[in-house]
């Protein structure tokens, strides 16, 4: 029996309970007021007239039913096969244009037509498709698609991606009511990737998000891209979070590696976040190439550095403004070209991993390398470098390379203190060994004093070249120097004349 029939037969017993009820007290025509039992009568035969002819929307149907239930898509119900043995890509395409013919309710950003959150769902099926899935016009937002594995078939274009938020070619949506939302700047807002496998097959890339506004992708597992795992291209505020990518599939130690090649995710926008991510191979890790990025509790464990591969490449020379937070870099490390504005804090280097800061234009300002742990194996490999190779940096300011955590490593940092003692004129410190930079020192401090006898001698700083720093006085005096060198750029201060 229909729900709706067993809730009929519910107050048709009832309204049987109420009316012998009645009778048994005497009222009306049966001992009391006619209205009263006339009203109930007529309500018995009503409900029971309906418990048995089921209203004609109850029947079964084989076409999907849009219009019942327009907020949930089923792809099997549009012909798709979850076996993944024939190819159902028609039918996916299908479905994800079904879903923008289905109601919409006003606008999200100017253009951008409210889906109302309506699902394109998966139903947990593996499903072969031969071309990228797009979503047949641009300007639709606040949908999801969900549950299930997309896996490239073998003549997928090499050049694409398993789902594309590209624009296609008409660059308008129409709404359920006839109405055409108009023209945005952004492709799509709000579009929701989740609880997704993603197989490339080695065919191309996994998912592709162009010029898009708030676009989510959430706890997704995608693996065997030939290009990229995750492309952003433009737009703003792609969050990628709780999701696997890699290659190959491999948890370390592969046979195949220094072939890994590709890229997990590529960052070619602004305002973008990579959170409680596993990025288990490819040749490089995260490339970045816009402003305003974060990147948070992200494990790489991609081509290792020995073999040629990076975890994070910070292509954006002199507009870094990125942030690597407590993230985890396993035997790959960073390498970030004239950086400005840029964090690594709280991080784990592992396996000799290290922060390399490249001269692209010779400048570099605003970085703080701090309070993270490097572990290596004692080669002598320094925690952060410097590659000069295209001229050295000659615009140094606000650098802070410091309290940072060395096992089996070389410590380098724009920071250091030490201290000499002996009977004489003259005290050197050498900060060479772990100063960042060559023959930079912006700022020094020093004490000196004296134990024995009650000279009093006149002390100055005489030298800083080559990073070492050189005190003398007028007398000799048997005496302890301290000092504190800083290379993090000029101080900022004005003299009042």
Request: net charge negative; with cysteine; hydrophobic share 40%.
């Given at each position: ?5 067993a809730?009929l037969v519910?107050l048709?017993m009832?309204l ?11 009222d009306g ?6 209205s009263f ?5 007529r309500?018995?035969q ?5 418990a048995?002819?089921p209203s004609?929307?109850?029947?079964p149907s084989?076409?999907p039913a849009?219009g ?6 089923r792809?099997?119900?549009?012909g798709a ?7 159902s890509t028609?039918?996916l395409?299908?479905a994800l ?7 919409s309710s ?8 409210n ?7 998966l139903?947990?099926?593996i499903?072969?498709?031969s071309?990228?899935l797009?979503?047949p016009?641009?300007g639709?937002?606040n ?9 490239a ?10 789902i ?6 008409t ?5 359920a009511?006839g109405?055409?939302?108009a023209s ?9 990737l ?15 998000v162009p010029?898009?506004?708030?676009t989510?992708?959430?706890n997704?597992y995608i693996?065997h891209?030939a290009?990229?795992g ?10 990628i979070?709780n999701?696997?990518?890699g ?8 046979p ?8 997990a995710?590529n960052?070619m ?6 959170t409680?991510v596993?990025?288990?191979s490819?040749?490089?890790?995260v ?7 974060t990147?948070t509790?992200v494990h ?6 020995g073999f040629g ?5 910070l292509?954006v020379?002199?507009?870094?403004q990125?942030?690597i ?9 960073i390498v970030?070209?004239?950086?400005v504005q840029l964090v690594?804090?709280?991080?784990f280097?592992l ?8 001269s692209?234009?010779g400048?570099i300002?605003?970085v703080n ?8 194996s004692n080669k002598g490999?320094?925690i952060?470098?410097l590659d ?8 140094v300011h ?7 955590n060395?096992?089996g ?10 201290s000499?003692?002996g009977n004489?004129?003259s ?9 960042l930079f060559?023959?930079?020192i912006?700022q020094v401090?020093?004490s000196?004093?004296t134990?024995?006898?009650?000279l009093f001698p ?10 070492r720093v050189?005190v003398?006085s ?6 302890m ?14 003299v009042?004349q």
């Amino acid at each position: 029996m229909e729900p709706g029939g067993a809730l009929l037969v519910s107050l048709f017993m009832v309204l049987q309970v109420v009316l012998g009820s009645v009778q048994a007290r005497g009222d009306g025509p049966l001992g009391g007021p006619a209205s009263f039992t006339d009203r109930i009568l007529r309500m018995q035969q009503e409900l029971k007239a309906a418990a048995v002819s089921p209203s004609a929307s109850s029947s079964p149907s084989s076409l999907p039913a849009e219009g019942a239930n327009p907020r949930v898509y089923r792809v099997t119900e549009y012909g798709a096969d979850p076996t993944g043995k024939r190819d159902s890509t028609e039918s996916l395409l299908a479905a994800l244009a079904a879903a923008l013919r289905g109601p919409s309710s006003g606008f999200l950003i100017d253009g951008i037509a409210n889906y109302g959150g309506a699902r394109i769902s998966l139903e947990g099926g593996i499903y072969l498709i031969s071309r990228p899935l797009r979503f047949p016009s641009a300007g639709a937002g606040n949908l999801v698609i969900h549950g299930g594995t997309l896996r490239a078939s073998n003549d997928f274009p090499a050049e694409g991606y398993l789902i594309d938020l590209s624009s296609p070619a008409t660059k308008v949506a129409e709404t359920a009511s006839g109405a055409s939302a108009a023209s945005s700047s952004y492709n799509y807002e709000y579009i929701t990737l989740r609880d997704l496998m993603l197989d490339s097959n080695f065919r191309g890339g996994g998912v592709s998000v162009p010029q898009s506004l708030r676009t989510s992708i959430d706890n997704c597992y995608i693996v065997h891209f030939a290009t990229e795992g995750i492309s952003v291209r433009g737009g703003h505020e792609t969050y990628i979070r709780n999701s696997f990518l890699g290659q190959h599939i491999t948890a370390g130690g592969d046979p195949g590696e220094r072939n890994f090649s590709g890229t997990a995710i590529n960052l070619m926008g602004n305002d973008n976040a990579v959170t409680d991510v596993v990025i288990f191979s490819a040749a490089v890790g995260v490339m970045i190439s816009g402003q305003a990025n974060t990147l948070t509790g992200v494990h790489f464990y991609n081509k290792a550095t020995g073999f040629g591969g990076t975890g994070i490449y910070l292509k954006v020379p002199g507009m870094t403004q990125t942030r690597i937070v407590n993230c985890y870099l396993d035997y790959t490390g960073i390498v970030a070209e004239d950086p400005v504005q840029l964090v690594v804090s709280d991080s784990f280097f592992l396996g000799d991993a290290y922060v390399t800061l490249k001269s692209v234009n010779g400048l570099i300002d605003g970085v703080n390398i701090v309070d993270n742990m490097f572990s290596g194996s004692n080669k002598g490999i320094d925690i952060v470098q410097l590659d000069q190779s295209n001229g050295p940096f000659m615009r140094v300011h606000q650098v802070v390379v410091d309290r940072n955590n060395v096992e089996g490593m070389r410590l380098r940092s724009t920071v250091a203190r030490g201290s000499a003692q002996g009977n004489g004129t003259s005290w050197t410190l050498d900060f060479d060994p772990v100063l960042l930079f060559p023959n930079r020192i912006t700022q020094v401090q020093y004490s000196l004093t004296t134990s024995g006898g009650s000279l009093f001698p006149r002390h100055c700083l005489r030298n800083t070249s080559e990073n070492r720093v050189v005190v003398e006085s007028d007398l000799a005096v048997r005496a302890m120097v301290f000092v504190t060198v800083d290379q993090g750029g000029e101080s900022v201060a004005r003299v009042r004349q």
